[in-house]
Every structure is written in structure tokens, then in C-alpha cells.
């Protein structure tokens, strides 16, 4: 079973001083590999045409190249471009896909085909007034919950 953690792609892993979220995705990579599963953290390589993975510390890291927006500042679309090119990357090469910020994860709930899971490490939006990122995930969520199946390591 391969698996890949997609990371927000804003800030590079593996981290360099602190970060919850990223300091996470690299620890999880790197403790599931040594549990002896297959697992890559999936970061973003902003321009360049190849694909790049690096073992740092035990964990595989796996940079694939985005094209950038126009309007670079926009981190909301860095991620929803970010999580578009993961869909397409992740497919037919992992079995879990699992998504670690809202907005790359919204895209890539709306058409990933694989095995997918959401973590929502900042709950910065009650249930009363989840946004529409969120929305989706949940919406992908309620519509496979008959499909799902099993995994062991």
C-alpha cells in the first residue's frame, strides 16, 4: 500500500524551524515508512518541469512541479492549483491520498478517484458556518461513506 500525505505546498518541507503542520506530515512520513509502510509527503515545486523526491531524514519527500499563478500573492490559489496537479500525480501511484489544508484539499476531494482522507489541523470554522472548501470535503466524505473499504499495514 502506498500512501501520500499532500502538504499545503505554501511552505517547503521538510521544515526548517518549527511549523505544526508541516513539523506533522514529515514526522508521519518518516514514522509509517519506518512501520514499513510505503509513504511520500507530497510538497510542490513551484515552475520547472521534474519531478524531485529527497530522503531527508527517513522520510521520502516528493516536490512535483506546479505552474505558478499570475497572481502569486493569492495563497488560496497557490493551493487550489497545488491540489489540481496532486490529483493528476497521485493517480494510479498511491492507494491513500490524504490532504493536510483545506483548499488543496477541496480539490483535490472534488475528483480524486483514490482513497481519500482530510485532516483538518486548524478548526478555524464552527459547524454552523463551515466554508465552502470544507463543505466539499464533508460532501465527498457523506457520498463514499458506503464505499469505503479497509486497509491494513
Known amino acids: 500500500m502506498r500512501v501520500a500525505l499532500i502538504f499545503s505546498s505554501l511552505v ?3 521544515p526548517a524551524r518549527g511549523g505544526a503542520v508541516k513539523e506533522y506530515v514529515y514526522q508521519l512520513v518518516k514514522y509509517l515508512r519506518r512501520l514499513g509502510m510505503e509513504t511520500a509527503a507530497v510538497d ?3 515552475g ?4 524531485e ?3 531527508v531524514g527517513g522520510a521520502e519527500i516528493t516536490r512535483i512541479p506546479v505552474r505558478p499563478p499570475a497572481l502569486d500573492h493569492k495563497s488560496v ?3 487550489l492549483l497545488f491540489g489540481k496537479t496532486a490529483i493528476r500525480y497521485t493517480k494510479g501511484q498511491f492507494d491513500i491520498v490524504q490532504a493536510n489544508t483545506a483548499w488543496a484539499g477541496f480539490a ?3 475528483s480524486c478517484t483514490n482513497m481519500f482522507i482530510y485532516i483538518c489541523h486548524n478548526p478555524l470554522w464552527p459547524e454552523d458556518s463551515v466554508h465552502l472548501g470544507e ?3 464533508r460532501f465527498r466524505g457523506l457520498r463514499h461513506e458506503k464505499t469505503r473499504r479497509s486497509y491494513s499495514a
Do not use: D, F, H, R
Open 53 to 55: 523526491t529527497e530522503y
Open 12 to 14: 517547503t518541507l521538510p
Open 77 to 79: 490559489l497557490k493551493e
Open 44 to 46: 510542490a515545486k513551484w
Open 108 to 110: 483535490i476531494a472534488i
Open 48 to 51: 520547472g518541469k521534474q519531478v
Open 135 to 137: 463543505k466539499a470535503i
